[in-house]
């Protein structure tokens, strides 16, 4: 149990992939997608885990955040009970300075989005902001995994 911190922003080009030192390949689905609380599956390569994050601070920065390792082939079945649709994405890891990049590139129904999220220590923590990263999208619901498996990207205006 523990308390997430985070920032997200936009990606305009691909010149993170480049940077990356590592990547994986994700595939996840929301057994529960409420704004007070999300319950997530998800599989990373393979390696299989249960989520739950409760509602974010008013600045979208901070919210509360379970998360347990699962076994892959109970998390295959579990996203067969999950919400439509499933999310699949790759993930990049992009060490910038002093923190780490987390750069996830859409696909299927939200190819063409790439966002980046970094984790802080505390919400007035400073860091470096690569050139890639483009608008901030910290606490805007639309671009949370929970809302874009439910009103995809390609359906946004």
């Given at each position: 149990?523990?308390?997430?911190?985070?920032?997200?922003?936009?990606v305009?080009?691909?010149?993170?992939?480049?940077?990356?030192?590592?990547?994986?390949?994700?595939?996840?689905?929301?057994?529960?997608?409420?704004?007070?609380?999300?319950?997530?599956?998800?599989?990373?390569?393979?390696?299989?885990?249960?989520?739950?994050?409760?509602?974010?601070?008013?600045?979208?920065?901070?919210?509360?955040?379970?998360?347990?390792?699962?076994?892959?082939?109970?998390?295959?079945?579990?996203?067969l009970?999950?919400?439509?649709?499933?999310?699949?994405?790759?993930?990049?890891?992009?060490?910038?300075?002093?923190?780490?990049?987390?750069?996830?590139?859409?696909?299927?129904?939200?190819?063409?989005?790439?966002?980046?999220?970094?984790?802080?220590?505390?919400?007035?923590?400073?860091?470096?902001?690569?050139?890639?990263?483009?608008?901030?999208v910290?606490?805007?619901?639309?671009?949370?995994?929970?809302?874009?498996?439910?009103?995809?990207?390609?359906?946004?205006?």
């Amino acid at each position: 149990m523990s308390v997430e911190i985070e920032r997200k922003f936009l990606v305009q080009n691909d010149d993170f992939k480049s940077e990356s030192f590592a990547q994986k390949s994700i595939k996840q689905g929301y057994l529960n997608s409420d704004k007070n609380r999300t319950v997530r599956v998800r599989i990373a390569d393979e390696k299989a885990f249960m989520t739950i994050k409760g509602r974010s601070n008013a600045t979208g920065t901070t919210r509360f955040e379970w998360e347990k390792e699962i076994d892959k082939l109970e998390a295959e079945n579990l996203l067969l009970l999950c919400e439509p649709s499933i999310i699949d994405k790759t993930r990049y890891l992009v060490k910038v300075g002093n923190h780490t990049f987390e750069v996830d590139e859409f696909y299927g129904d939200n190819k063409g989005l790439t966002v980046a999220e970094v984790e802080l220590s505390s919400e007035n923590e400073l860091f470096t902001k690569p050139d890639w990263l483009s608008e901030e999208v910290t606490g805007q619901v639309k671009y949370y995994n929970s809302s874009i498996s439910k009103h995809p990207f390609k359906n946004w205006d």
